[in-house]
């Protein structure tokens, strides 16, 4: 068996040791004679399953009793369309634009209502985050949207934008459970787990409870209605249990190895290898503004197509796989979610640096 050291920004690397408790309870799960995929989700063997990961979840992010926990199917993307069907009561929010995931769910909320660009990024290719300090928010907006972590252009928001009193709503696909986060700053997290947490399929929204009160807008399909889902725990349909089953593995693995502070740590030290290498690197440079570079996501490029591929191709060959950047910006990205180990970034830099050498 040969694992590589793979840098895909998503579905990404999982923990070793969660694939393997995964495959030793393949066949028969805490003797149920069954999988874990084969069980009904209204099992007491299932009910356990979602009840703890919920637990272990909450437990992580310290997510406060006003506070709801869903497990929902249906992408990241359909969560843009269920952000303004459960929030826009007054039909009007703010978007802030810092790359092509938030420019999608403003597109999606825009045929919802009236969803207004409060600051964005895009004239320099989306490599910083605007200041938001003093943004247009007005009175009538029914809450301002965040992408916290943009996985295509390698930016964080380190700082959370100031919504003067609005809710705030943030996508944090890529860097959920990456680091602590205070849950109380925000009205609705949510994150396609297939980043950092788990596989493609699952979708986990933690969302302020008096926000699902009143109506949603017409036409909400009841999947989407968030008050529906959170007053049936998720179980009003059958829900991504083989996925929920997986990222409760994951929590777990995080709760044993220290929680969010501890993985907070070994993120920075990982990114710092890696940033401490581009910023001397004679052939490689990094695409981000230094301050707003991401724990999670580091895109660089060496300045030439030819080198860029030639470049991947060799890494590949050597057992660093999925560095080629996004379809939309080309280049390198090297994605160094939780379960990527110090080691494998420091061979990669390694790797890098005798490529350097033979390439100037
Ligand atoms: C990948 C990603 C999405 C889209 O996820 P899907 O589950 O494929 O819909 C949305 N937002 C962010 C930040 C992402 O990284």
Redesign the pocket.
């Given at each position: 068996m040969a694992r590589v050291y793979n840098f895909s920004?998503?579905p990404a690397v999982l923990p070793e040791e969660v694939l393997k408790e995964a495959a030793e309870e393949m066949l028969d799960y805490k003797g149920t004679g069954m999988s874990v995929m084969e069980m009904s989700h209204r099992s007491k063997a299932y009910d356990a399953i979602i009840k703890e990961a919920e637990a272990d979840l909450r437990s992580l992010l310290n997510i406060p009793d006003n506070y709801k926990v869903l497990f929902l199917q249906?992408?990241?993307?359909?969560?843009?369309a269920s952000v303004p069907m459960n929030l826009m009561k007054n039909r009007k929010a703010g978007y802030i634009l810092t790359?092509q995931?938030?420019k999608?769910?403003f597109a999606e909320a825009k045929m919802y209502g009236e969803a207004v660009e409060l600051a964005s990024s895009a004239d320099k290719t989306f490599s910083y985050i605007p200041d938001c300090s003093d943004l247009p928010v007005t009175e009538d907006m029914d809450y301002v949207y965040i992408?916290?972590?943009?996985?295509?252009y390698g930016t964080k928001f380190h700082t959370l934008p100031d919504t003067k009193g609005k809710t705030l709503v943030s996508?944090?696909?890529?860097c959920f459970l990456s680091e602590p986060m205070d849950v109380t700053k925000y009205g609705m997290i949510y994150?396609?787990v297939?980043?950092n947490v788990g596989p493609?399929g699952t979708?986990v929204v933690i969302i302020r409870e008096d926000l699902l009160e009143g109506d949603v807008l017409p036409g909400t399909p009841t999947m989407m209605n968030y008050k529906v889902q959170a007053d049936n725990d998720s179980l009003y349909n059958t829900p991504p249990c083989y996925g929920i089953y997986i990222c409760g593995k994951v929590f777990k693995w995080l709760l044993r190895n220290g929680g969010l502070s501890a993985m907070k740590e070994l993120n920075e030290k990982k990114a710092k290898i890696l940033y401490d290498f581009l910023d001397e690197s004679s052939l490689f440079k990094g695409t981000v503004r230094k301050e707003d570079r991401s724990l999670m996501n580091v895109p660089f490029v060496t300045g030439n197509d030819e080198t860029d591929a030639k470049f991947i191709k060799a890494a590949e060959a050597a057992g660093f796989v999925n560095l080629k950047g996004h379809r939309s910006v080309g280049g390198m990205r090297a994605s160094i979610y939780n379960a990527m180990p110090v080691e494998g970034v420091e061979k990669l830099v390694a790797f890098m640096k005798e490529f350097e050498k033979n390439n100037q």
């Open positions: 920004a998503g249906g992408g990241a993307s359909l969560i843009f790359g995931w938030a999608k769910a992408c916290e972590n943009n996985t295509i996508d944090v696909s890529s994150a396609g297939q980043k493609a979708q």
